[in-house]
């Protein structure tokens, strides 16, 4: 880089440094670096709208507050990462609850703590892996289409309840592979879609919340 190259990016970067408090980017590749501030709002314009911005609390021309919204994406998405997993191990949590249940006999399960029409319980467990499922996938995937994400929630759970209905042959006491239980696990994962879509954007919201 030619010297003189270097010392007028010096001249620039230095006044940036002093009064914004590192409020500045490193230069971009293709452009020069008054561009690059200028495009990426890194840094105050001038002395005076460094003044104006700690004055008003603003940030009319970059510096430290610009440096926060920067840093925001990367935040949010390190949350995003976190929920997801948390997500997805609930939804095992889940599962995994689900199958000790069906494995246990019926005189070994609590009566008191099941409703006594036998579907509710269905539909409510299965609303509860619905919502989760749904939660899942669209954490995992948001740039995906919802309507598919939630048909895919859906389908997962409603396999996983075809699945522990099977499961349920081997238990003994258990009759297994009941159609209406199924049918109330189907309606269950289709309750905990449709709570997902009414719970989903608050949840967003506190993700990407400051």
């Known amino acids: 880089m030619h010297p003189h190259a270097v010392e007028g990016r010096d001249r620039i970067v230095r006044p940036c440094r002093r009064r914004c408090e590192g409020g500045y980017l490193p230069r971009s590749a293709g452009r020069s670096l008054p561009e690059a501030l200028q495009t990426a709002g890194a840094c105050c314009s001038s002395p005076a709208a460094c003044r104006d911005s700690r004055r008003n609390g603003g940030d009319p021309g970059g510096g430290p507050r610009t440096l926060n919204r920067l840093r925001e ?39 008191a703590a099941f409703v006594t029409w036998d579907k509710l319980n269905h539909l409510a467990a299965f609303a509860a892996g619905g919502w989760l499922a749904a939660s899942a996938l669209r954490s995992t995937w948001p740039e995906r289409p919802v309507r598919g994400l939630l048909v895919s929630a859906v389908l997962l759970v409603a396999l996983f309840g075809a699945f522990d209905e099977a499961l349920q042959t081997f238990t003994p006491g258990r009759s297994g592979g009941d159609i209406f239980d199924w049918i109330a696990d189907l309606l269950g994962a289709m309750l905990g879609t449709l709570l997902n879509l009414l719970t989903h954007a608050r949840l967003q919201r506190l993700v990407t919340r400051r």
């Open 73 to 111: 994406p990367a935040e949010s998405g390190m949350l995003r990462i976190v929920l997801t997993w948390m997500l997805w191990l609930a939804l095992l949590a889940w599962a995994a609850t689900i199958l000790f249940i069906s494995s246990l006999t019926p005189e070994s399960l609590p009566r």
